[in-house]
């Protein structure tokens, strides 16, 4: 089966800069690679996503790439905020319709004030 | 859009008991619904598959006499924990994918259940 890993575990960064998660998955079959937030206590918010089909994606401070040869895709959260401090998972997902999600372990991102 | 909601959001409950946890799709329809478990400080623990009008598949190692699975409309989806044990106690999350929209999952908001 697919098997995702995530590093780091966690990250401190000052407000401000950058903040970059890296993930590899192992099955070459996989073609959607979600992204999410959570916070404390409460569930996973879909932050960004991108498709096999696609090298990077945008969406104002967030963005992902993927390397499909390499099978990797990256998280990077520029400009950093507080509010932006949160668990941060990836994942991996083969096919199109509602097909099982393999996780990431995590990362814990802090960001200091 | 694209909202999951859980019902109860926390639970307390004896050993010996059952616990019903409810996940609604609030404006769109789900014709697949996830169960998840996840610990302090760790990853998502895939539990079950929920499709509509069918049995739940189960994850190896998770006992489905034991964790109940019913999605009996597009909207809803329910899990419940039999006969609860303290080792029961977590955090359990749902999820729903978005029927005709390719690969997308939106969660719900977590139950937090505690077994005394």
């Known amino acids: 089966g697919e098997n995702v890993e995530q590093h780091p575990s966690t990250l401190s960064v000052q407000e401000g800069d950058s903040a970059v998660i890296k993930c590899t998955y192992s099955?070459?079959?996989?073609?959607?690679f979600p992204w999410y937030k959570q916070e404390l206590g409460k569930g996973p918010q879909l932050i960004i996503d991108i498709r096999s089909n696609v090298g990077e994606k945008k969406d104002q401070r967030i963005a992902v790439t993927l390397n499909k040869t390499a099978k990797h895709f990256s998280l990077h959260i520029t400009e950093t905020q507080p509010e932006d401090s949160a668990v941060y998972f990836c994942a991996a997902s083969i096919g199109n319709t509602g097909n099982q999600f393999y996780f990431g372990t995590g990362t814990s991102l802090t960001v200091i004030p | 859009g694209a909202v999951v909601s859980q019902h109860p959001s926390r639970v307390i409950c004896k050993s010996g008991t059952s616990v019903k946890i409810e996940c609604r799709s609030l404006d769109f329809q789900a014709t697949t619904m996830f169960w998840y478990r996840q610990f302090p400080k760790q990853s998502l623990m895939l539990m079950a598959t929920s499709n509509e009008g069918s049995k739940a598949t189960y994850e190896q190692g998770v006992e489905k006499d034991k964790f109940l699975i019913n999605h009996a409309s597009l909207t809803l989806s329910t899990l419940t924990v039999t006969s609860a044990h303290p080792e029961d106690s977590s955090f359990y999350i749902c999820s729903a994918h978005v029927a005709g929209l390719a690969s997308e999952q939106y969660f719900g908001p977590g139950t937090r259940l505690t077994v005394t």
């Open positions: 099955d070459s079959a996989s073609n959607y």
